[in-house]
């Protein structure tokens, strides 16, 4: 049904800053609560930052005053805007519904902070 396809990823120094997109499929897409999620070898898919149908925000304290969610519902488009990165930020980086099901992921983009 409904698809995500995420990119932006790449390579980037400590502080450097990279933007992400999230590309949906489907004509409900406004209506969705969405988020963006990363995840790392041995570790749980984690919540970065949220985003409802009203607009509002939410981020995980880690990444709180660095990274901004939004979206464009007329694009099928959200975006994540990720200034001063840490390498703790590396990860595989996920946009999807939240509380997605099973099966609904996507490859995800790759994000590497490194000197």
């Known amino acids: 049904q409904v698809r995500f396809v995420e990119s932006g990823g790449g390579l980037v120094q400590p502080g450097g800053s990279l933007r992400l997109s999230c590309q949906a499929s489907g004509s409900i897409f406004r209506l969705y609560a969405m988020g963006w999620y990363r995840q790392t070898p041995g570790k749980q898919r984690e919540l970065v930052a949220g985003?409802?149908?009203?607009?509002?925000?939410n981020y995980a304290d880690s990444v709180k005053g660095r990274f901004t969610i939004s979206r464009d519902n007329a694009k099928n488009t959200m975006y994540l805007q990720m200034n001063s990165l840490k390498p703790e930020d590396t990860a595989v980086y996920f946009c999807?519904?939240?509380?997605?099901?099973?099966?609904?992921w996507g490859q995800g983009t790759q994000v590497t902070v490194s000197s």
């Open positions: 985003i409802d149908s009203w607009e509002n925000t």
């Open positions: 999807n519904r939240r509380n997605a099901s099973p099966g609904s």
